[in-house]
């Protein structure tokens, strides 16, 4: 009941009260003193009904308004979670859920769960059970100088599905963020379980930063290794002996198009006229990387250098030398369907950089009292192929030569390593990508023999 409704009974009301007192004089004293009398009442009763009405319609008033409030409330909290913002990213929460983070800082998750499949054969022997070279395209693993078995081997794995987590905020006028990032390549199967029963592999770190403004500290990929350069593979990596690939703990300054880092000084190391190696960390000094990146709706190219020590000491020996290089990367669009992803590197002593560590970073000497730099020569390219925007296709090809002294590393090493790719992948709705590749490897040594390398890999890729 609103206002209008109850205008009608306090009119007549009104009315009553100032028509009958005049109708009242033509009656007799008596009568006219009760008539007052119980028009008085008749009033009285009926203010008491209005105010009655009016308290009723006043709380019906404000529990709809309360109702109105819930509901707008309620509305705003779904908008925060489903409504995008400008810049085209999902708000994640109305509310922080970090429980010790600071205000109004963003939670994310994602990653993928990627199932692949390889039949893989090789004419000079048989990648080992269980090694790296059986899960993804290793070049070192290409077996050279045994028997030409002539059969396959079928490999199953999820062991390249990821997830990560992810904290951004805005503190005091500048912008944090924290990034975790892990994957299931970890563990050795003799360690957590075995193909004939459990297949259980374990979590491996992957990524492990944190960044304010222009700074990041933390583990994650080098500032010499460009990432958006790399192909569109089924393969984890696709062309590896060609690209640098190497993620470790850094503290790098970002300032617009340049970038500068102090990197973890890890030295492989091979022995004197031999094919084993070690990995040494008595480094004192960090590997310093400079880069420079320009962008545009042609894509984008970047110029990176690097400089480092490269030392091993012993009990007995103290071995030391110098390592350098550069490389050239980038990605050119060549209309809305096609582009050209390349890198080329160069240099001495950068071996752990470059393919997995397809080469060392230098040879020790016969003394054992200085290391020689290995030089290195590596590149792929890469040509990319929007069908339509369910199917894409790609085609790679990637080398990378070993400049060896022969009289140091004796003829066993590896010279040279080159591949080929080819793929198709089919995308039936968003996240979801079925793929299949074609894979021609081939790893030759110094000594002029060499074993190749035959695959067919198939991969579900389902990304959230």
Partial sequence: MNARTLRKPLALAIAAALLLPGTAFAQTAKGRANKELELEARIAQLEAQVQALLGAQQQQQAAIAQQQGSIAQTQAQLDAVQVAQADGKPKIQSTPILASGNPDARFSFGGFIKVDAMATSTNAGEIADGSAGRMFYLPSAI??????????????????????????????????????????????????????????????????????????????????????????????????????????????????????????????????????????????????????????????????????QLRQDTATTHASGNGYGVSLSGKYNLGQQDDLRYMLVGGNGIGRYVGFALGPDGTLDAAS??????????????????????????????????????????????????????????????????????????????????GDLRRVHATVKYSF
Avoid: C
């Fill in 143 to 308: 077996p050279v100088g045994g028997a030409d078995e002539s059969r396959t081997d079928l490999d199953t794995h999820a062991q390249f599905s990821r997830f990560w987590f992810a904290s951004d905020a805005e503190v005091q006028g500048h912008k944090a963020r924290a990034y975790l990032e892990f994957d299931l390549f970890g563990g050795g199967m003799a360690n957590l379980g075995n193909q004939a029963s459990t297949n259980t592999h374990g979590v491996t770190l992957r990524q492990a930063y944190v960044s304010w403004d222009k700074w990041l500290a933390g583990q994650t990929w080098s500032n010499f290794q460009d990432v958006a350069a790399l192909p569109d593979a089924v393969d984890f990596v696709g062309p590896t002996e060609g690209t640098v690939f190497v993620r470790q703990t850094q503290v790098r300054y970002t300032n617009g198009a340049w970038s500068a880092s102090l990197e973890n000084p890890q030295t492989v190391v091979a022995g004197y006229r031999s094919t084993s190696r070690t990995t040494s960390d008595d480094g004192n000094v960090p590997d310093i990387t400079v880069r420079w990146t320009g962008k545009g709706s042609w894509g984008h190219v970047s110029v990176a250098g690097i400089a480092r």
């Fill in 369 to 450: 009292s200085d290391i020689e730099p290995t030089g290195v020569l590596a590149g792929f390219v890469a040509w990319r192929h929007v069908f339509n925007p369910k199917l894409r296709g790609n085609l790679m090809f990637s080398r990378a030569e070993l400049d060896n002294d022969p009289a140091w590393t004796g003829l066993a090493v590896t010279k040279a390593a080159q591949s080929i790719h080819a793929n198709l992948i089919y995308s039936p709705f968003p996240k979801l990508d079925v793929g299949a590749e074609l894979t021609w490897g081939n790893r030759e040594l110094e000594s002029g023999a060499d």
